[in-house]
């Protein structure tokens, strides 16, 4: 009866707001299909299992429906809940459903002033990852050989390309190794120092999170780090390049991505608030290895590398 009494009160709001054809809920018991028909063909279902309660369904006009399945441990029935039924109701008539294509207003089209801009795509594409050595007779005589040497033209492909439209914007691979290095040695002192907020300004959004959250978690140990690099470096050298795309139309708007590998001696120390050392040797060099991604827009005005990602191999 309580199923019955849900039923007539949505049927009731559905002739309110002026709808024209009669509602329908079909529902059955166990993992089956439930769906409800609204108006002139709005539909929307969901799989219903004894595990799961909550089934989210498209959007309509920024307008969110979700349909809950409560299941009552009183009887063996299931009650079809539904929320948030008033507030999409003026927008399910016979002229308008829920998958309607959303525009833009005509003065916005004509003009053109939706525009949409991208200050990081927010992820490393295409990471790079260590290949396993083959031989040459492999390489040459298998199949697994074959599909490996056309991977491998491929990536280089890649490269070569993106590196060709980085040099028409002036880039220079001696210049950048300095920037990069220097970019280098100034994101590990401010991890040292513990300055967020400096280092904000050299990495992208996404990177400056996962940052963040390393300095909290090593001033929860150590109270502070001591870092330097010793210089000149060890070997500084460019693994991959990609070219990111952001618009199909116009292939001036990218980003460009370089994996670099970093070989540098460093010295390393860590305290306690008493100054006792907890961890490392400043007297000790270490050789250490790291490969770092660096980011840039080649399209926007003033644009410098970022950090966007590091690769543990």
Sequence with gaps: MALVR???????????????????????SGNELSWIQIGDGFRFGCW?????????????????????????????THLLRCTMIAESLPFMNEKRSATTQVKAPPQLQKTG???????????????????????????????SGWRR????????LRSAYAIAKL?????????????????????????A???????????????????????KQREAIWDGVYWEMIEPVVKIRTLQARLIG?????????FIQL????????????????????????????????IWVFEKSLFHTGAYWRLCGRIKL
């Design 167 to 191: 040099r028409k914007t002036g880039y220079s691979k001696n210049t950048f190794y300095i920037e990069a290095l220097e970019l280098y040695k100034q994101i590990n002192i401010l991890m």
């Design 246 to 254: 952001i618009d199909r139309t116009d292939l001036k708007k990218a």
């Design 259 to 290: 994996t670099l590998e970093f070989l540098t001696k460093q010295k390393f120390e860590a305290y306690d608030a008493k100054g006792n050392v907890l961890a490392g040797d400043r007297k000790k060099e270490v050789l250490v290895r790291d």
């Design 48 to 76: 219903r299992s004894y595990h799961s309660s909550l089934c989210n369904v498209p959007e309509a006009h920024g307008k969110s429906v979700y349909s809950r399945l409560y299941e009552s441990h009183n009887a063996n």
């Design 193 to 215: 120092n513990g300055d967020k907020k400096t280092i904000r300004k050299n990495v992208t959004e996404r990177m400056y999170s996962a940052l963040k959250n390393e300095i």
């Design 6 to 28: 849900r039923f007539q009160t949505v049927h009731s709001l559905l002739r309110t707001a002026g709808s024209r054809e009669s509602s329908s809920f079909p529902i059955r």
């Design 149 to 156: 040497t056309k991977e491998d033209f491929i990536r280089e």
């Design 113 to 143: 002033a939706v525009r949409v801009s991208m200050v990081s795509p927010g992820f490393v594409y295409e990471p790079y990852a260590l290949q396993e050595k083959i031989s040459i007779w492999r390489r040459c005589f298998t199949r």
